[in-house]
């Protein structure tokens, strides 16, 4: 029988109110029976805690560690639910890896709306001078919202892209541990409620950064959803990078050496060694901070020797490397998707496949670029200025052997490839403006001016956006078996592709001038109201291509004559040499790789999928 | 590989042409504000490199994609794979060996010039920067019988150190014209050379997030010929004493900020107005109310965070005026040889404002 109720995520909801009711009139209870005055933060830290034990408990995340605690068998079910519609699985708890990477990648795609809605209301709202329909912490809430809003978005695609796709490319009927994969997912839901809902609950003015003192200090009280919310995002990073690493190093097919993996899966691991080893240190700063403002512990105030800097390097030493969580995984999909749209090998397989951890472990001591004018002590500026322009070198890597793999290639220009030239252009734009904010002398002028924010933006988009977009596209047919509308697609990469280069190149443009980050308004005198138009005009194209996406997606899915070819790419990865949509298990038999991924235009099949016994 | 010889001579050939043809676009559309310190002189040296290598860069990836795009593209109906090319170890070492080359260079002569433009074996001038929510304000220790001003003047060509310091958040200087920033950060004093080159009229503004008004949070910056520098400062010399407390606590409203939140035109901000508040009825959000005397303007200002009154942000003000007040009294007893109590000032500049 299906009910409306019996949805996981209906009951996660139900009992994330009841949890947040519960945590906050037991903190207001407490305190008027002590007869103290009512403490409103307080009550809504408490109140936020307990909301998110409240969704994963109703939702049934802990249903079975519960179980195990009482001694009962948890058998894993495989399969849709029993006695209820297949497609109500996508809406509760379920184990299997591509359920919940399209979970992942959904839930990714609409937290983006989110975000992206809050940008174009405050990009509306700069297109003039002066202050047109926001108020200033209206604004201030909105763009902090925006940063924080995009960046659980882009961790939630990742996640997407790595449990679809790994699992499968390996040759693993599922991720190491299911439960484990489900509570990951599951935990970023009540997270995106806590920080939207901290929108509306007092707002807050920090960024996403949250620099104290002024984190510590700020009256508007939904710092403290949106503190929570990012940290429980961590959580969800770390348990689901430990999973990940797991599966690859242990549940590899036969013959699969790490030099013979997927180059997806390189940066997957790549992805997964930074969440796994760096975001616990967000997460302690985080921590401090709502420390220091509910309990009134003192770590970062200076009236009593507390240290606003120290903040700042705990902060960065995660969220810098975070930068590369975020784009590894689409750097990854160019490279897996370049040689099959350019019929030709990858180009230097190692040498990307290395670049990727050479990025992420340099990317573990360049954090400091971020703190260039902060007044931390001088020789640190020197040391973080070499170590960072040293990120350059991988880099450029990777940009040279996609461009050799496509020489004298024989290419070909379906969406996803159209996506992939779009991302080399726009990361190429990201990388390229790079190096000047990490030469000091130069970054003293351009740091926290609107350069900084095109930079950034050309990287996400570059380096998640637009090869996730490309990503879907290209493994579509693969879970649903059916095709997108091709024509759609183009329109989606024509609007977006010069949409974007218009809206970073004029960000660009106004920082060189003197446009600062996150200001409410700006002065007249700066001679920048078109370029302002310009980039809010741009902003409005992007949203309404991913709007043609969304649409394409959905109407592909349900129009029954698009039935998709098994293999529509001629790909050579083993997901493609089954039948679409790929079976719960995913392969009916182990199959075996018997060389190197990308010989195209050699007569060698990569993987074996009917092995001979013994083979 | 069909004539690779031939393709690579003519994506060569593009790749010089589009070289230029990108610089001179990025030069176009790429301008920096004008030159005003001899800083942003040798730093401007550095941008017009960058951007060197960026057109160089952008033209040696883009021509190569779109050569590809164009020429290299599958004939309709070709099923066939292209050249089995693996990979090739030289050109791996070369474009990994060349870029680090370049990063080398780039460190180097960046940390020269940041070396440069940081010394302050030459300091000429110091002036005292105290940013705080949501205004500036400067002293100069020079000239030690000189009151704070809300303006930042500045003789040409003179090698200036700010010494800046915030009470409350952290907040950032930033003169565009002079390209150079620095954060002021609590509890530590942080430091930045200018040495301005052109005389006019520049803007400072606030470069990080600093709470509601942050975007306002700017300045002027006056840059002055020595002559009308030196008259400037004949200008300013008042002595503290000699004014009464009224218009004393009216220059306490301007250096504290205030007037930020508390108008004193009787419209609403942060705070209430301050004209007409003296004597008038004040409801708390506790439900209780008081008289606005002077008992409850020194309670308000000294501990705001004990009582809120109703239909204003509960915690926007700081509470740490006491100690603030304190130090500059210290200051001026030390500078002038005057008593002067900062505090009852500002309460009788209030009383005025009816």
Not at chain 1, 379 to 401: C, D, E, I, Q
Not at chain 2, 62 to 67: A, D
Not at chain 2, 318 to 334: E, K, M, S, V
Request: charged fraction near 10%; hydrophobic fraction near 50%; glycine fraction near 8%.
């Amino acid at each position: 029988m299906f009910t409306f109720l019996s949805l996981g995520i209906v009951r996660g909801l139900i009992g994330q109110a009841i949890g947040a009711a519960v945590g906050y009139y037991l903190v207001a209870s407490i305190r008027q029976a002590a007869g103290l005055p009512p403490y409103q933060e307080g009550a809504l830290v408490l109140g936020a805690i307990f909301s998110v034990f409240g969704f994963l408990l109703a939702a049934g995340v802990f249903t079975d560690w519960i179980k195990w605690i009482g001694g009962a068998e948890t058998p894993l079910h495989h399969g849709p639910p029993k006695g209820r519609p297949a497609w109500t699985r996508y809406f509760g708890v379920d184990y299997n890896h591509k359920v919940i990477g399209i979970q992942y990648s959904i839930t990714g795609i609409i937290v983006l709306l989110v975000g992206g809605i809050l940008a174009l209301i405050f990009r509306i709202e700069l297109v003039y001078p002066g202050m047109q329909f926001l108020d200033h912490d209206t604004y201030n809430t909105f763009f902090s919202a925006h940063g924080i809003i995009m960046i659980a978005a882009i961790l939630l695609g990742v996640g997407g892209m790595i449990n679809y796709l790994v699992p499968m490319m390996i040759g693993a009927a599922d991720m190491a541990f299911p439960r484990l994969n489900a509570f990951s997912y599951w935990i970023t839901v009540p997270s995106a409620v806590l920080i939207i809902s901290g929108i509306f609950i007092g707002g807050w003015d920090t960024g996403w950064v949250a620099y104290p003192p002024h984190s510590t200090t700020t009256p508007m009280i939904g710092v403290q959803l949106f503190l929570l919310g990012f940290w429980l995002t961590g959580f969800s990073s770390i348990a689901g990078a430990i999973n990940l690493l797991v599966t690859v190093m242990t549940m590899r097919a036969k013959g699969m050496s790490l030099f013979r993996m997927p180059i997806f899966v390189w940066a997957a691991v790549a992805t997964s060694l930074i969440q796994f080893t760096a975001t616990q240190t967000v997460g302690a700063a985080l921590t401090m901070i709502v420390a220091e403002r509910v309990l009134g512990l003192a770590f970062f105030d200076p009236r009593v020797s507390g240290d606003p800097l120290l903040y700042q390097h705990i902060f960065w030493f995660y969220s810098h490397p975070a930068v590369y969580v975020f784009v590894l995984p689409g750097l990854g999909i160019i490279s897996e998707l370049l040689p099959v749209f350019s019929r030709k090998p990858l180009f230097g397989y190692k040498w990307i496949a290395l670049s990727s951890i050479a990025i992420a472990l340099v990317g573990f001591l360049v954090w400091a670029h971020h703190m260039f004018t902060s007044g931390m002590a001088d020789g640190l500026r020197y040391f973080f200025m070499f170590s960072t322009l040293l990120v350059a070198v991988p880099t450029g890597v990777k940009f040279f052997s996609w461009v050799a793999t496509m020489w004298q290639g024989k290419l070909s220009f379906e969406t996803p490839m159209l996506f992939v030239l779009g991302a080399i252009s726009v990361f190429l734009i990201g990388g390229l403006t790079g190096p000047i904010l990490g030469t000091v002398p130069t970054d003293l002028h351009l740091h926290d001016s609107y350069w900084v924010v095109g930079h950034f933006h050309a990287t996400m988009f570059g380096g998640f956006v637009f090869p996730f977009f490309a990503a879907v596209y290209y493994w579509y047919p693969k879970a649903t078996g059916r095709m997108y509308n091709e024509a759609l697609g183009r329109l989606h990469f024509w609007l977006m592709v010069p949409g974007f280069w218009v809206m970073s190149l004029g960000q660009m443009q106004i920082g060189l001038l003197g446009m600062r980050r996150r200001i409410a308004d700006y002065d007249p005198a700066l001679g920048i109201e078109f370029t302002q138009f310009l980039i809010t005009a741009a902003a409005l194209v992007i949203g309404w291509s991913v709007l043609i996406m969304i649409y394409n997606l959905w109407a592909s899915a349900r129009a029954p004559q698009t039935a998709a070819a098994n293999n529509p790419w001629r790909s050579r990865s083993p997901e493609w040499q089954v039948a679409s949509p790929i079976s719960e298990m995913n392969y009916d038999q182990p199959f075996v790789v018997t060389a190197d991924p990308y010989e195209y235009g050699l007569d060698v099949q990569y993987v074996n999928m009917t092995p001979a016994a013994g083979d | 590989m069909q004539n690779n010889r031939k393709h690579l001579a003519v994506v060569t050939v593009l790749v010089l042409i589009f070289t230029v043809v990108t610089y001179y676009i990025l030069a176009a559309i790429y301008i920096l504000p004008d030159q005003a310190s001899a800083e942003a002189a040798s730093i401007d040296n550095m941008f017009t490199a960058h951007f060197m290598l960026i057109a160089f860069l952008f033209a040696l990836i883009v021509v190569f994609m779109l050569y590809s795009v164009v020429v290299f593209r599958r004939q309709p109906g070709d099923e066939t794979d292209g050249p089995h090319i693996h990979g090739h170890t030289g050109l791996e070492i070369m474009w990994t060996a060349v870029p680090l080359l370049a990063v080398i260079v780039f460190s180097v002569w960046g940390a020269q010039m940041l070396y440069d433009i940081t010394r302050d074996d030459d300091v000429e001038m110091t002036v005292n920067v105290i940013g705080r929510k949501w205004s500036w304000i400067f002293e100069y220790p020079d000239y030690p019988d000189l009151g704070p001003s809300q303006v930042l003047v500045l003789p040409v060509n003179t090698a200036i150190m700010m010494q800046m310091e915030s009470p409350d958040v952290i907040h950032s200087f930033w003169v565009p014209e002079f390209r150079v920033k620095q954060d002021l950060v609590p509890g530590m004093t942080t430091y930045l050379r200018v040495t301005p080159t052109e005389t006019g009229t520049f803007r400072l503004l606030c470069a990080e997030i600093c709470g509601t008004l942050h975007a306002e949070m700017v300045a002027e910056v006056r840059v002055l010929s020595q002559a009308d520098f030196d008259s400037w400062i004949q200008e300013q010399l008042i002595s503290l004493a000699a004014l009464t407390a009224e218009e004393r606590g009216q220059l306490w409203s301007a250096e504290y900020a205030c007037a930020a939140c508390h108008s004193i035109t009787g419209a609403d901000g942060v705070g209430p107005t301050w004209l007409g508040l003296f004597g008038t009825e004040r409801n708390f959000t506790d439900g209780t109310s008081a008289i606005a005397d002077e008992e409850y303007l020194r309670a308000m200002i000294l501990n705001p965070n004990d009582r809120y009154v109703v239909g204003y942000a509960q915690g926007a003000m700081p509470a740490n005026f006491g100690d603030q007040f304190a130090t500059r009294q210290a200051q001026i007893l030390a500078n002038e040889g005057v008593e002067i109590d900062i505090l009852e000032d500002l309460i009788a500049y209030i009383k005025s404002l009816d």
